[in-house]
């Protein structure tokens, strides 16, 4: 006991420092200050709105938000519910989908917005670094006017991406762009309205908000005029709802505008599940649960070899030395045993004591073996063998027995009472003994 509790403990130990290795790995977290994480962009928020208004969360409820929320998704690793937050866009919320390489394709395409490549020769770069291009707002000019510039990047000059990927879109409208040398500029980021009230975001660069990225002005520009944007005020009226952030495997449950029932709540496991099988048949399990599942096994071998190589000696006989069970032996021996055998059908019991009545009477009477039952009845009668009573029993018997055949040749169903054939049995005893004695008077 105190080996498996020592193991037990080994194994807990394990678990807890590969699952804080685990949160150390991930990028995008609210609470994380280091390079890649987004402790600055939620300070930002904080300063800007308010603490009691901005929500860093790992789980999305739709039933908690409001038509005067805002949602910031940066790149989710879970495909997002599109029902759900169609739902919440038609009643007036705001969302922005931050997202390069997760899970948020599906959503894109939902909107008719598809990923490409960003172009190979940006017109700005940092370093010369192609992955580090700079996006740029999308602007008209009119006599001379700047036109057509989108609040969100209402204070950006340049943005510094990172690694992004650009969209495309037919109908949406273009916000930030990356202007390119020898090929079309590629558009960052688009927004549209959803049902005259819903305000929808899409970018495919969430590294742009991440902790290092805000060093530069234009990011964080970019970072104030999003969080702004999520929350403020509509033309169709006053909003003043809370900024809800969530970012990496976030949980997604509840209905929007209702409470879910256990249809629904059924629906939010299925759901999360399909997204989990779809990630992990385009990722791979993560690290930390494949890991932890070859933890798992090895320590389910070892204790496997542990009770194998425990376990007592048992002796088994050998196989030629084996006492053959009676059924399985030929002969009456073996013959009487199927029949005693208790799944045995009873109504062979008693065909096997018709075949032994016939054969017994046809050899006293002197009968060839397989002599027709008419036959025999009338030997017996012509010889006197049996008295005319047992004669007449003797032929309701055979006739009983015959019915009994053709049931069982159409596999048809015969029940048979176990008194049935012990009386059987001993009136054909009788029968027979009845024929011995005839027999021995005439002779």
Do not use: C
């Amino acid at each position: 006991m105190s080996s498996r509790r020592h193991a037990l403990s080994v194994l807990a130990v394990v678990v807890g420092l590969l699952s804080a290795a685990g949160a150390r790995g991930a990028s995008f977290e609210g609470q994380d200050s280091s390079w890649r994480g987004t402790s600055e962009l939620v300070d930002l928020a904080r300063r800007r709105l308010g603490p009691e208004r901005v929500v860093v969360t790992d789980t999305l409820d739709y039933g908690a938000l409001g038509a005067g929320d805002g949602v910031l998704v940066l790149r989710p690793e879970v495909a997002l519910d599109f029902e759900q937050l169609s739902a919440f866009l038609r009643a007036g919320g705001r969302l922005a989908v931050l997202d390069d390489y997760g899970a948020a394709s599906g959503f894109f395409e939902r909107f008719h917005i598809r990923r490409i490549p960003t172009p190979r020769r940006p017109a700005g770069m940092l370093r010369e670094n192609p992955a580090l291009a700079v996006a740029v707002p999308v602007v008209q000019e009119v006599a001379g006017y700047e036109q057509g510039r989108h609040p969100v990047v209402a204070g950006v000059s340049k943005l510094v991406t990172n690694h992004a990927t650009a969209l495309t879109h037919p109908n949406l409208t273009p916000v930030l762009e990356i202007p390119a040398l020898g090929e079309p500029n590629a558009t960052l980021a688009v927004t549209g309205i959803i049902a005259n009230r819903g305000r929808l975001f899409a970018m495919g660069d969430p590294s742009v908000v991440i902790n290092q990225m805000l060093r530069y002005p234009g990011n964080r520009a970019f970072a104030e005029g999003l969080v702004d944007y999520l929350v403020e005020d509509d033309g169709w009226g006053v909003r003043g709802g809370k900024l809800y952030v969530v970012a990496n495997r976030l949980t997604q449950r509840g209905r929007f505008g209702g409470k879910a029932g256990l249809a629904d709540e059924l629906g939010d496991r299925l759901s999360a599940l399909a997204g989990l099988v779809t990630t992990v048949r385009r990722d791979g399990l993560p690290e930390l649960a494949a890991t932890l599942l070859a933890a798992l096994a090895a320590l389910g071998v070892v204790a496997w070899m542990g009770v194998v190589s425990t376990r007592p000696f048992r002796p088994s006989p050998l196989r030629f030395v084996a006492e053959t069970p009676l059924v399985a032996q030929g002969g009456a021996a073996g013959r009487a045993a199927v029949l005693a055998a208790p799944t045995t059908e009873r109504v062979l019991a008693l065909l096997e004591l018709r075949s032994a009545l016939v054969e017994g009477l046809g050899e006293r009477l002197g009968l060839a073996p397989g002599a027709a039952n008419s036959t025999l009845v009338e030997e017996i009668d012509r010889q006197g063998a049996l008295s005319r009573q047992s004669s007449g029993a003797l032929k309701a018997m055979l006739a009983e027995m015959n019915r009994a055949e053709a049931a069982v040749m159409a596999s048809r169903s015969f029940p048979v009472k176990e008194n049935t054939l012990t009386r059987v049995r001993e009136q054909v005893l009788d029968l027979l003994a009845e024929a011995d004695a005839r027999r021995g008077r005439s002779s």
